[in-house]
């Protein structure tokens, strides 16, 4: 990246997080500017994030994708660490849903009755046991590649 790139798109950032703040605190009083904030947040990400794809993908560093084919990297490569990445932050973010639900859960019953903490924990560590496998999982997939 050269360095008008790089201006550009810390540029863009930072529009992208100033603006929408201050859409938010100086606009109209009314329900709906936190929709309108949210989508002038989202089209300057997209915008900054579309900024920098296209600063990435073009220009004198496409010269490393011809280097790392050269070097044996090919698209079943590429996919195993997709796939590794994919299964990792899919059970995470599914695992954060489930403990959500079954801590919630179990600190409700642990206030009516203390008993059941043993019980409860039990489910909230199941629950966390989908990232823990999701882990297992990647590094599986790593391994083979």
């Given amino acids: 990246m050269t360095i008008a790139t790089k201006i550009i798109f810390i540029a863009a950032l930072i529009l992208s997080i100033i603006i929408p703040f201050g859409y938010y605190l100086i606009g109209e009083k009314n329900k709906k500017r936190y929709k309108r904030t949210i989508g002038i947040n989202a089209f300057f ?3 900054a994030f579309a900024i920098a794809s296209v600063a990435m993908l073009a220009g004198p560093d496409s ?9 044996g990297a090919t698209l079943a490569t590429g996919m195993g660490y997709l796939a590794a990445a994919l299964v990792t ?6 695992g954060g849903i489930a403990v959500a639900s079954a801590a919630s859960a179990a600190l409700g019953a642990i206030s009516e009755d203390s008993s059941v903490l043993g019980k409860s924990l039990i489910f909230v560590g199941l629950a966390e046991g989908v990232c823990l496998y999701g882990l297992i999982i990647s590094f599986m997939i790593l391994g083979n590649l």
């Fill in 89 to 94: 932050g899919l059970s995470c973010i599914g």
């Fill in 63 to 71: 010269v490393h994708a011809a280097t790392a084919a050269a070097n």
């Fill in 45 to 47: 990400f997209f915008g």
